[in-house]
């Protein structure tokens, strides 16, 4: 199987860690966002969306969108589980992932295409007044991790799950290139990041 | 079970459509959004983010996020499928799912979100530029459908699935509450939306 990737897209390396949770070795071949390849007419035609990550298998099929991957690699080798195995764990799994999802990376996302490295690529003007907006939405969700992450230690509950992939990847993103780190005041949220960077899943990726 | 909705809103409408297709009764309590009860303390107990839908079981664990909602629904209940059978089919849902939630809905919810209704409220004040933005976003995806919606007669391939609930209700809150209605032109999205009225699910709840 192939995975399309670039270095330090935060997308890709959700499923990067997922595969190396799981031991499944994917082929990476790098797309060149920079120059554009993956709007072009090739790369859409593997995704219609035209972003990545995307999974190609050995016939040629491919699964865009790095859950829908997630969760086919899922089903080819369930263990170490990562989605939930009864209804109940699988439903608050995907409760907490979406809460990560719709109301951390959304806006964590807005933030970036609001900033200053869009602008200066030029694709695309910033709207004043939007950023700020994103990053109190971010920092006040990074606030609510701190108080959630007292009472467990993962994202989800007592154990590591898909949650915390979306979780660390989208904070890691959020440190690096979109310049919105976490106070260190909030331990707890730290401490989990800790936890996390000792992962051999994610050290070694 | 204990469905918390309020009529007229669309993630909760994702819910009850789906407990129609498996034939699960849900009894529906009205959370009054206008009076903000959803923020209140003790809503925020049943869902820390403070939205509905949210299920509570019999022994008083809630699930909040329609999606999560669906999944904990469709193990209760497997017939009929709604999120995929195989692990390829389960992904590409995904995928599709996906797709409509991330580039579609996300940016509906931007333009209702900066729209007069929000406006008017007082609760958030619009940024100018942000609507526009996301109702050509919203239009572009429209005609996207348009497109793909010739090549198979629902949004993830040729059955009805999670995906075609969602995007209805999207879209069903785009017309009526957004002022976002497809153009007519789109004959291949109304024809689709068409075939989705028509179900007893959607025509009943």
């Not at 910033?126 to 994103?134: D, F, L, M, N, T």
């Not at 979306?166 to 800790?194: M, R, S, Y």
């Given at each position: 199987?192939?995975?399309?990737?670039?270095?330090h897209a935060p997308n890709p390396r959700r499923v990067i860690i997922f595969a190396a949770e799981?031991?499944?070795?994917?082929?990476?071949?790098?797309?060149?966002?920079?120059?554009?390849?993956?709007?072009?007419?090739?790369?859409?035609?593997?995704?219609?969306?035209?972003?990545?990550?995307?999974?190609?298998?050995?016939?040629?099929?491919?699964?865009?969108?790095?859950?829908?991957?997630?969760?086919y690699l899922e089903s080819l080798k369930p263990e170490p589980n990562l989605f939930g195995r009864?209804?109940?764990?699988?439903?608050?799994?995907?409760?907490?992932?979406?809460?990560?999802?719709?109301?951390?990376?959304?806006?964590?996302?807005?933030?970036?295409?609001?900033?200053?490295?869009?602008?200066?690529?030029?694709?695309?003007?910033?709207?004043?007044?939007?950023?700020?907006?994103?990053?109190?939405?971010?920092?006040?969700?990074?606030?609510?991790?701190?108080?959630?992450?007292?009472?467990?230690?993962?994202?989800?509950?007592?154990?590591?799950?898909?949650?915390?992939?979306?979780?660390?990847?989208?904070?890691?993103?959020?440190?690096t290139l979109v310049d919105l780190k976490p106070p260190k005041e909030l331990v707890n949220l730290?401490?989990?990041?800790?936890?996390?960077?000792?992962?051999?899943?994610?050290?070694?990726?």
């Amino acid at each position: 199987m192939i995975l399309y990737t670039m270095p330090h897209a935060p997308n890709p390396r959700r499923v990067i860690i997922f595969a190396a949770e799981k031991n499944i070795e994917l082929a990476h071949v790098n797309v060149d966002l920079r120059n554009r390849e993956h709007k072009s007419a090739e790369f859409i035609r593997r995704n219609p969306s035209g972003k990545i990550p995307v999974l190609e298998l050995e016939d040629g099929t491919c699964i865009a969108e790095s859950i829908a991957i997630s969760r086919y690699l899922e089903s080819l080798k369930p263990e170490p589980n990562l989605f939930g195995r009864t209804a109940l764990e699988t439903a608050q799994i995907e409760m907490h992932h979406r809460f990560i999802e719709l109301e951390l990376f959304s806006q964590v996302g807005i933030s970036w295409v609001n900033g200053p490295i869009i602008a200066a690529s030029g694709l695309i003007d910033p709207i004043a007044g939007v950023k700020a907006r994103s990053d109190f939405f971010v920092n006040a969700y990074y606030q609510r991790l701190h108080e959630e992450l007292a009472e467990r230690e993962y994202i989800a509950g007592d154990r590591f799950t898909i949650a915390d992939i979306t979780a660390f990847c989208c904070i890691e993103f959020a440190i690096t290139l979109v310049d919105l780190k976490p106070p260190k005041e909030l331990v707890n949220l730290w401490q989990w990041h800790g936890r996390l960077a000792e992962r051999k899943s994610v050290k070694n990726t």
